[in-house]
């Protein structure tokens, strides 16, 4: 299994907005793959955070995350998988994660076991 790229992190302010990309090095394409979009927080597990399903486009987020503007998206004409985040706060802090998966069905799916590929992630700080 050929590992994702992640890419977009960096340093925003409180309130400030990220773009953060996933692609599958040269001749793949993400194309068949449900793709998820996961974090984790120094000194915590790896959390879902949204994930797209490849069939039918339709998006799901984590319950912990409904109501916080995030969208994840994918454009079918090219390879990413983009997660944007609005506004965030501080508690956005992570490293972010992006798999793939067969699974994206339901937010209850947003499960790192049903998940493979992984990334080696990049990092967000949400920090003045």
């Known amino acids: 299994q050929v590992p994702v790229v992640e890419s977009g992190g960096g340093l925003v302010q409180p309130g400030g907005s990220l773009i953060l990309s996933c692609v599958l090095p040269?001749?793949?394409?993400?194309?068949?793959?449900?793709i998820g979009w996961f974090r984790q927080a120094p000194g915590k597990e790896r959390e879902g955070v949204a994930c797209i399903n490849a069939n039918d486009g339709r998006a799901y987020y984590a319950d912990s995350l409904k109501g916080r503007r995030v969208t994840i998206s994918k454009n079918t004409a090219a390879k990413p998988v983009y997660l944007q985040m609005d506004s965030l706060g501080p508690d956005a802090t992570a490293v972010y994660y992006c798999?793939?998966?067969?699974?994206?069905?339901?937010?209850?799916?947003?499960?790192?076991?049903?998940?493979?590929?992984w990334g080696r992630g990049t990092q967000v700080t949400v920090s003045s």
């Open positions: 798999a793939t998966s067969r699974s994206c069905l339901s937010h209850n799916f947003l499960r790192t076991e049903y998940f493979s590929s």
């Open positions: 040269s001749k793949h394409s993400l194309d068949y793959y449900d």
